[in-house]
């Protein structure tokens, strides 16, 4: 008997998932220098209200002793078992939109299987757009904002948003191998590969996490909060430039970096509409108050017979 590839499934909620909703995938195990999925991963698990629709198997996909789950030891008893998940589950945005979330654990085992399946799952909701994200550390300042590299079938945000667009061989994750099938078959995806400044690669970085909602809020349409990720970066910034400071070594060479960061990127920024000098989209904040000022002049035009001020 060929045991299932889901280990849990909640068929009522599958039913009621409405169809056309963008998959936002974050799965843990590749490169993911400043904690870029692991913040993600929290951030929506915080904020976004999943609601779990199925779970994968762990027994048929994870690799226990190269991942192994973590367990507390109080005293003289064990608690607190914590088996590493990989769910499916329907989650909302600031504003309540509607979106999907497989997160987790990448795979280690079985990787066609589990693609052909998120593949059914993707035309069994008519996904609008599946969007994923990772980092990798590369030579560039924190002074200045992340960039990425933007693969997949969006032509206009690889346009806008992709700084670095080279042609290389590296070993593929099983978001690269999802991306590649989904692009082989005609579905819209999106890849957003954000460039970490190397010397932060280790550190858990807020502003990757940022940049990371801003490349996800412009794939998908959704609004994500992001004012209070930006005040931690602020506050992380301003510590790295202080411990910066007291080493000349590493102030000449922040300052090496952005002369070679500002070099690459002269005149090859061809910005979207929506995004700011720099480099980030609005808030959920400023787009609320931007289409309650909108909304506000629609109804002072209704009210005056639709007349334009004089």
């Not at 915080?46 to 190269?66: G, H, I, K």
């Not at 593929?172 to 005609?186: D, Q, T």
């Not at 629609?298 to 334009?308: E, I, K, L, S, V």
Request: hydrophobic share 40%.
């Amino acid at each position: 008997m060929t045991e299932s590839i889901f280990s849990a499934e909640y068929a009522e909620r599958r039913a009621l998932v409405p169809r056309g909703l963008p998959l936002v995938v974050v799965m843990q195990g590749h490169s993911d220098a400043g904690g870029v999925v692991e913040q993600l991963e929290e951030y929506f698990w915080q904020r976004c209200a999943p609601e779990e629709v199925l779970r994968f198997n762990s027994d048929l996909l994870l690799d226990y002793r190269a991942r192994r789950p973590i367990i507390t030891f109080d005293e003289d008893h064990l608690v607190d078992y914590a088996p590493e998940e990989l769910t499916l589950s329907l989650a909302h945005d600031e504003l309540g939109g509607a979106f999907l979330l497989l997160s987790g654990y990448e795979p280690d085992f079985r990787w066609d299987e589990f693609i052909d399946t998120v593949l059914l799952l993707v035309h069994e909701f008519e996904v609008s757009v599946t969007v994923w994200t990772h980092a990798i550390p590369m030579p560039v300042p924190h002074t200045r904002p992340i960039s990425m590299t933007v693969s997949g079938s969006r032509d206009e945000l690889i346009e806008a948003r992709s700084v670095w667009r080279p042609k290389t061989k590296l070993s593929a994750s099983a978001g690269h191998v999802l991306e590649y099938r989904l692009h082989s078959l005609g579905e819209e995806v999106v890849g957003l590969a954000l460039l970490v400044p190397h010397y932060l690669a280790n550190t858990e970085y807020p502003a990757a996490l940022s940049a990371a909602l801003d490349g996800l809020m412009e794939a998908t349409g959704l609004i994500l909060a992001t004012d209070e990720v930006r005040e931690q970066t602020r506050l992380f910034h301003a510590q790295v430039d202080s411990q910066i400071a007291e080493s000349e070594e590493s102030l000449e060479m922040v300052r090496t970096l952005e002369r070679r960061y500002d070099a690459y990127m002269e005149d090859r920024t061809v910005r979207s509409p929506l995004i700011g000098e720099d480099g980030t989209i609005p808030t959920a904040e400023q787009l609320g108050s931007e289409l309650e000022r909108f909304l506000a002049e629609r109804q002072r035009d209704a009210n005056d017979g639709g007349r334009p001020e004089s």
